[in-house]
């Protein structure tokens, strides 16, 4: 549990920062417009993708950003940047900066189901989305509305639910930066927690006069995993003590014990690694006629790719690693149920999945990038050249370098994922060499994915 | 307190100025200029073709027309009046700009092959002069064919087969007078009157159709032969193929095949073929292109060519069944 942490908050520059009640409006004020642009681009102007602002600086530009730069380094830090919930939570607060000193906030507060304090919505509105993803990250039209959905229901359920429900339960994006989160090298927790235990008032769950409560519904005091902190940074503010810091910490610490570890969230585990494998395959693969079946939605062939897509999502993959967990049960003579073998075992997969995803995502951020400097001249696709760079033509970055930066993440996700099995197995007490049906899985999956991309 | 208003100040502005401002941009562009700005969405038929397939516009008037292409490239020409893009890059947007100087109804089309039903893309542009309302009832005399009241869709069979492709080379070599009305005559029959003339007697069948084909390509002139074959490879190559064996892709499945005679042979003309070229004049050829097939999936081109462009294209025609066109 001790293993070693630097605490950024010491730097006084950084505590203003992370302190100051501006930040995080001013993130939010910035990225505001950018996501309206993001809509009305896509609402009104060109319909070709590559050459919509929406498209592009959605799908290529944020994508890129999140999965290659945000995730693997800051975890949730677009959580606490994303403008969905701005006004949602602007309305609640009745305010962009202020506390509101023992204030009510501005909605019906209704409790989250508890029935429902997992992430399995998650995972279905990721599914949903990424079914459809070949349409909705192409056309901007319907890039647009499933954007402005995500906008009025973020709204619609900071209306009706207490803090950020819609952050926690409900975004298809949250869910896999929250398991992934759990690698990064930054945590915000409890500097001492034995000074927590003397404090009776948990300010940093109902709020003070000097911030809100966890808007995450997370108790700060007790934080420790990465997955659920949107890194909002309202518990710095309202802890009394100074007891709330930001560390440096060892990569994936989240990850080294196996307490508390949960179907929902192992599922989200298996969801994000089959879509990387589904992605590559379509997208990459040699297989235009799959392609093309992916991209239309409602004909026939479609439903096929779609029940497919499905089935490999919820059970396949699942069912293939269920059988390694059920070897991997029987090398450790059946110390721990079924269940719990696959449960625990699956999030060995969090590695493996975000080294897919950044492979993956390498394959057309470089070579699509470029297409940045058009429509941030030309945003609408109207024939505007802004900023002189309408016209620059289209390049691939890096076109050489590219499968030599995704030889060594695959190898690094997998290297992290043998390493989590045997550290599991250990955990569990049994024998390392339980760890290897788990461990032969990932390594068949990081093979899939080199075959496809070298 | 003072915060907040600032800060919600500073949000507002960036929520509604900012787009305010962009859709205001665009706006002036399109009313500071002198011009009258018409937007125009270049889709394939499938997708739609021009939006809108018809525009409106005042002799005199200075149009612009912004063409924005969304799916793949096209080219835009309205022939009539001179005004041509040759590319629209998907994504893209072509601005053209120009000053119809007369009344009319003026078609326009996609010059490049965007789809298999590209031929589908076009429209039509009218001008009208305000001081003068009504359009001015065209003035034209019926094209040949139906002046010589030729069926245009009747199989033409030439009688008589050259042993050999004829030869313009060799044709040029025998010193041979040919006068011949080829626009009115097939080419059969202008060798069957040459083959009856007792004065010809000396040349066999051979040497008579290499005559008839240097005295063809003299007629015509290289120019307008160099002309029609741009045209050809453009607008026809798609579907009869580019070396004219009506083998071309986007002939393939061509909705109209079906209602075709039933003794036609299917899909585009054959331009190979030497019994239906030789037996074809050029008034036939060319009555074809203007009008069309009407239904079998041959479009009309009466509308985007100038009668030179039809004649030219025919010529074009000719050199698939007679070698050695004079180079321009
Ligand atoms: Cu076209």
Request: hydrophobic share 50%.
């Amino acid at each position: 549990m001790n293993s070693p942490r630097f605490e950024l908050t010491r730097i006084p520059l950084f505590k203003r920062v992370v302190t100051s009640r501006w930040v995080p409006w001013l993130f939010m004020a910035l990225t505001l417009p950018i996501f309206l642009l993001a809509i009305l681009t896509g609402l009104f102007g060109t319909p070709a993708g590559s050459r919509n602002f929406g498209i592009i600086f959605v799908w290529i530009v944020w994508w890129a950003l999140v999965i290659l730069v945000m995730v693997p380094f800051a975890g949730r830090l677009w959580c606490a940047i994303c403008p969905i919930p701005a006004p949602g939570e602007w309305l609640q607060r009745r305010a962009l900066i202020q506390p509101r000193a023992g204030g009510k906030l501005f909605t019906l507060g209704w409790k989250w189901s508890p029935r429902l304090n997992n992430i399995w919505l998650q995972n279905i509105s990721f599914l949903a989305v990424a079914l459809f993803s070949a349409v909705i990250l192409t056309t901007p039209f319907v890039s647009a509305l499933v954007l402005l959905a995500f906008a009025a229901l973020a709204l619609g359920v900071s209306l009706l639910f207490e803090r950020r429900v819609f952050c926690r339960y409900l975004c298809p994006v949250g869910g896999f930066i929250g398991l992934y989160a759990q690698l990064a090298p930054v945590e915000v927790r409890v500097k001492d927690a034995a000074l927590c235990r003397t404090h009776t008032d948990k300010t940093c769950y109902r709020g003070s006069d000097d911030g809100y409560g966890c808007p995450w519904m997370v108790f700060p005091a007790a934080l420790d995993k990465n997955t659920y902190c949107g890194l909002c940074s309202e518990c710095l503010k309202t802890c009394p003590l100074d007891n709330m810091g930001v560390f440096l910490r060892v990569p994936g610490k989240d990850l080294q014990t196996t307490k508390g570890r949960r179907l929902d969230e192992a599922y989200k585990a298996f969801i994000m690694l089959t879509c990387a494998l589904a992605y590559s395959i379509v997208l990459l693969g040699p297989w235009a006629a799959l392609k093309e079946t992916a991209y239309a939605v409602g004909a026939p062939a479609w439903f096929v790719y779609a029940i497919i897509f499905l089935a490999a999502n919820l059970a396949i993959v699942p069912g293939i690693f269920l059988a390694c967990a059920w070897l991997t049960r029987k090398i450790s003579l059946h110390k721990f149920s079924l269940r719990r073998t696959f449960t625990e075992y699956a999030y060995v997969l969090a590695p493996l999945g975000l080294a897919a995803w950044a492979a993956f995502s390498l394959s057309f951020v470089l070579i699509n990038f470029s297409y940045a400097w058009q429509v941030l001249s030309d945003p609408f696709g109207w024939g505007w050249d802004l900023f002189g760079t309408a016209n620059w033509t289209w390049t691939p970055y890096f076109a050489g370098l590219q499968s030599f930066l995704q030889i060594p993440i695959l190898l690094a996700g997998l290297i992290a994922a043998i390493g989590m099995a045997l550290r599991t197995a250990h955990t569990q007490g049994v024998p390392s060499r339980a760890a290897l049906p788990i461990v032969a899985f990932c390594a068949a999956f990081t093979m899939v994915l080199l075959w496809l991309y070298v | 307190m003072k915060r907040e208003w600032f800060a919600l100040g500073i949000v507002a502005l960036l929520v509604i100025v900012f787009p305010a401002s962009l859709f205001g941009y665009q706006a002036w562009r399109t009313n500071s200029s002198d011009a009258r700005v018409i937007d125009v969405i270049a889709s394939s038929p499938e997708n739609g073709g021009w939006s809108p397939d018809e525009i409106r516009v005042n002799v005199g008037e200075h149009v612009r027309l912004r063409i924005a292409a969304p799916d793949v490239v096209h080219g835009f020409e309205i022939p009539a009046l001179d005004v041509r893009v040759d590319e629209i890059l998907p994504g893209h947007v072509q601005e053209v700009e120009f000053v119809a100087t007369r009344a009319g109804r003026f078609p326009f089309a996609c010059t490049r092959w965007c789809s298999v039903n590209h031929w589908r893309m076009r429209g039509v542009i009218w001008v009208s002069d305000p001081a003068q309302p009504a359009l001015p009832a065209p003035t034209f005399a019926p094209p040949l064919y139906q002046q010589l009241r030729i069926d245009i869709d009747a199989m033409h069979p030439a009688q008589n087969i050259p042993p050999r492709k004829p030869s313009a080379a060799r044709g040029a070599q025998l010193n041979l007078r040919v006068d011949a009305d080829f626009r009115t005559q097939s080419p059969d029959a202008v060798f069957a009157k040459l083959r009856a003339d007792a004065a010809y007697d000396a040349y066999d069948d051979q040497q008579l159709w290499d005559a008839i084909a240097f005295a063809y390509f003299q007629n015509v002139g290289a120019e307008n032969i160099a002309n029609g074959a741009r045209r050809y490879a453009r607008d026809c190559a798609a579907c009869h193929g580019e070396r004219g064996d009506g083998q071309g892709p986007a002939g393939k499945d061509l909705p109209g095949l079906t209602t075709m005679h039933p003794d036609m042979p299917r899909g585009p003309a054959n331009f190979t073929d030497a019994s239906a070229m030789l037996g074809a004049s050029d008034a036939l050829l060319q009555g074809k292109i203007l009008r069309g097939g009407m239904g079998t999936g041959m479009p009309e081109w009466g509308s985007l060519y100038t009668d030179a462009d039809l004649w030219s294209v025919v010529a074009f025609l000719r050199t698939f069944t007679f070698d050695d066109p004079p180079a321009p």
